[in-house]
């Protein structure tokens, strides 16, 4: 832990203990730390930017409405994740059960919407930064069409692992689910991951060359 | 721990630097904190993911009306602390013959032209939308300050009108133009948000009808819905008294395709921001392309403003459509 996380650390449980007595202003300091990857988890575990701001939104009002039952001391994003993760799953089974999972951003029967969604990210990001965005955008166009092939479960472990940068017991500790299982998610997500990048993006990854020959 | 395979260390590390590359650039929206803070405030729950659009939406506007309330307060402070210390800044004599505070009292919203029906689908379109400001006689005038957006509120773009002493209202004109595009979804709802002096809505402005599919001559199309639009009316609520009776009249209109065989629409419609719903049906004749269907709220107007809430319909069959969720604008005082 640097001097920073360390600071970091202590500003979180300072605006943790106001939240806890009721102080909803508290509220804005976990926000604005942990808003951006929090968004970024939903966006890659929906594919729906403005579904993910919502998810985020929803996440921090459940994490106030349960924030006297945390634990002052313990790390305050590895319990948001969580929260954010569920919500997603929520969020995404509520938009299947209903066929409405946006009326302006994403089409359950359309892929190609998400897609276009990114697209248009990828044109926003392209026109504020052309030389260095684009192909971060390119790459995230590619990146949510490679995820979408993967089932939520796994697509949930392979998330907090590449992204999130959890190990596997805290993957399985965010997903309330047991170590092998997550093991499991993993193996599989990868692999399917990895097929979607080389079959589709396999100028993505130069690693994924130098795999499928080793492992040949 | 077990070691794996050199590559798939290296492909660990590639998979983590492309999922920091593919996100680099996605930040929120919109002002999370002040939004979370907002619904905290009003003690709102967290509720299913169809109202959530309108939520924030209506989350937003409620930021904005208090900042602008805000900003109308210091404002008028301002003004009153040039006054008292030197007399100077607005002449004197506006000053001394102006008792009405400058207000927006309400904004119309009129688009021009007022309907697409029976405009081939994929052909080009203008639309001219004209804000008319209303402000009481024997002000002072002043700058007006709102957006406006052309997407149903989902964007929107700032812009201020300045009113001259003693004017009583103001107008301000903009414009979108595009095709039509034959899934209907342009062009949406436009509405006018006053910030400043005062927070006002206008009523949303919408083109009625819907282009229409262009097929071949003598074919016969599919039995579909292509777009659902809403309206409410009342429009708005602002103004009511609290308690007072009040039936909200929600309408759908369901917009076919062209030569159609007819058929029935199998939908459910919803007075409640889509946590509860109704099953419900209309029977459309063949060649029919638009057909509607009303349904209504009736209380008193609860203090705590949860009613009335946005409403809506989702179709089922022939296919899938939603339409937009729509409610009164305003709240009972």
């Known amino acids: 832990m640097t001097i920073s996380d360390a600071q970091e650390a202590r500003e979180d449980v300072d605006a943790i203990r106001r939240c806890q007595q009721g102080d909803i202003a508290s509220l804005g300091a976990l926000v604005a730390r942990y808003q951006t990857q929090g968004v970024r988890l939903a966006y890659l575990l929906t594919g729906d930017h403005t579904l993910a701001d919502d998810i985020v939104q929803d996440s921090f009002l459940l994490a106030y409405r349960g924030i006297r039952r945390f634990r002052l001391g313990e790390p305050f994003g590895p319990w948001f994740y969580r929260i954010v993760a569920n919500r997603a799953r929520q969020q995404l089974r509520h938009a299947r059960s209903l066929r409405e999972i946006s009326l302006d951003a994403l089409s359950p029967e359309d892929a190609d919407t998400r897609q276009f969604g990114a697209q248009a990210d990828a044109a926003s990001a392209r026109r504020s930064d052309p030389a260095q965005r684009a192909e971060s955008a390119e790459a995230q166009t590619a990146l949510l069409a490679a995820l979408d092939t993967l089932p939520h479960k796994q697509r949930e472990a392979v998330v907090l692992r590449y992204y999130i940068g959890y190990t596997d017991q805290q993957i399985a500790s965010t997903l309330d689910c047991r170590l092998g299982t997550v ?19 396999p100028w993505l990854m130069s690693a994924l060359s130098t795999l499928s020959t080793s492992e040949s | 721990m077990s070691r794996q395979h050199p590559d ?50 209506a989350a937003t506007l409620s930021v904005f009306i208090v900042v602008a309330l805000l900003v109308g307060v210091l404002a008028e402070l301002r003004g009153g602390q040039r006054g008292g210390a030197n007399g100077t800044g607005a002449p004197a004599t506006t000053a001394a013959a102006t008792t009405v505070p400058f207000t927006v009292t309400s904004v119309d919203l009129a688009v021009n032209p007022t309907s697409i029906s029976g405009k081939a689908c994929g052909s080009a379109a203008s639309f001219t939308y004209t804000a008319t400001f209303h402000i009481p006689a024997q002000t002072a005038g002043g700058s007006i300050h709102f957006g406006y957006t052309l997407n149903n509120g989902r964007s929107q773009t700032p812009d201020a009108v300045t009113v001259a002493p003693g004017a009583t209202s103001a107008t301000y004109t903009f414009t979108s133009a595009g095709a039509l595009p034959a899934d209907h979804t342009y062009p949406a709802p436009a509405q006018v948000m006053v910030t400043s002096p005062n927070s006002v809505l206008s009523p949303s402005a919408l083109p009625s009808g819907s282009c229409v599919a262009q097929s071949a001559p003598g074919a016969t199309g599919p039995f579909q819905v292509t777009s659902v639009t809403m309206a409410v009316n009342p429009t708005s609520i602002a103004g009511k008294s609290c308690g007072t009776a009040l039936t909200v009249t929600y309408t759908a209109t369901f917009h076919l395709a062209a030569n159609g065989p007819g058929g029935t629409i199998r939908f459910d419609d919803t007075i409640n921001n889509g946590r509860g719903s109704t099953p419900a049906s209309v029977t459309v004749a063949p060649g029919q392309t638009t057909a509607s269907y009303s349904f209504q709220w009736s209380g008193n107007l609860p203090a705590d403003h949860t009613y009335p809430e946005a409403g809506g319909v989702i179709v089922h069959s022939p296919n899938a459509v939603n339409s937009s969720l729509l409610g009164p604008s305003g709240a009972c005082s």
């Open chain 1, 183 to 201: 093991q499991q998610r993993l193996h599989a997500g990868r692999a399917s991951l990895q097929q979607a990048i080389r079959r589709r993006y």
């Open chain 2, 8 to 57: 798939f260390d290296k492909l660990d590390d590639e998979l983590h630097s492309l999922f920091a590359r593919a996100t680099d650039h996605i930040d929120p929206q919109r002002d999370l904190a002040a939004s979370v803070q907002q619904r905290l405030a009003q003690g709102e729950s967290v509720r299913s993911a169809g109202a959530h659009r309108s939520l924030s939406i």
